[in-house]
Antibody, heavy 125, light 110 residues
């Protein structure tokens, strides 16, 4: 059974930093691109960014709304993905989902095949 | 990149069929096969229901089907069941290495 478990969420003041972790099991981690999707309270889904699998270059892509403030990384030896968020704003508040994407295209892209249960990030003074 | 346009809500009775539309522009939905649909029940994580416009992941009921015409993708659910009541989101590649979601549609089973 594939499992993705996020951790690291919580209450943080504007301007501060936070690092989320996504611990996975039940899948060959290195074969998957890892992506983060967030959902503001009562709102829709927003793609945040992703990290291609090593076979497809191991590079990252980010949404324009967060580019420059976030970094996605991964440790294939531990099957863990990370989301480092800096200079947090109140509008970053929401549930952050870790997702595993089976690469289906030569560009390294795929779909959000597996999801974690999400971790809540609240940015407030 | 603007969100894809979905109706805020749709409804149907058990056994009926409903279709949820997802309208983008020529540079996202209209240009790529990388279109997918996700189901989200309250308080739960989303679930992949359709990928590559028309494909169903293993384990997803064949009552769910996808299609695309021009800049609009559609999700059709036939034989509506109470358990289908949820929020549904479309997602498309939008070029320049970005993805965009629709605003979401709340499906009510009457």
């Amino acid at each position: 059974e594939v499992q993705l478990v996020e951790s690291g969420g919580g209450l943080v003041q504007p301007g501060r930093s936070l690092r989320l972790s996504c611990t996975t099991s039940g899948l060959t981690f290195g074969d998957y691109a890892m992506s983060w999707v967030r959902q503001a309270p009562g709102k829709g889904l927003e793609w945040v960014g992703f990290f291609r699998s090593k076979f497809y270059g191991g590079t990252t892509e980010y949404a324009a709304s967060v580019k420059g403030r976030i970094t996605i990384s991964r440790d294939d030896s531990k099957s863990i993905a990370y989301l480092q968020m800096n200079s947090l704003k109140t509008e970053d508040t929401g549930v952050y989902y870790c997702t595993a994407m089976q690469t289906r295209y030569s560009s390294g892209w795929g779909y959000f095949d597996y999801w974690g249960q999400g971790t809540l990030v609240s940015v407030s003074s | 990149q603007s969100a894809l346009t979905q109706p805020a809500s749709v409804s149907g009775s058990p056994g009926q069929s409903i279709t949820i539309s997802c309208t983008g522009i020529s540079s996202d939905v209209g240009s790529y096969v990388l279109v997918s649909w996700y189901q989200q029940h309250p308080g739960k994580a989303p679930k992949l229901m359709i990928y590559a416009v028309t494909e169903r992941p293993s384990g997803v009921s064949n009552r769910f089907s996808g299609s695309k015409s021009g800049n609009t993708a559609s999700l059709t659910i036939s034989g509506l069941q109470a358990e289908d009541e949820a929020d549904y989101y479309c997602c498309s590649y939008a070029g320049s290495s970005t993805l965009v979601f629709g605003g979401g549609t709340k499906l009510t089973v009457l």
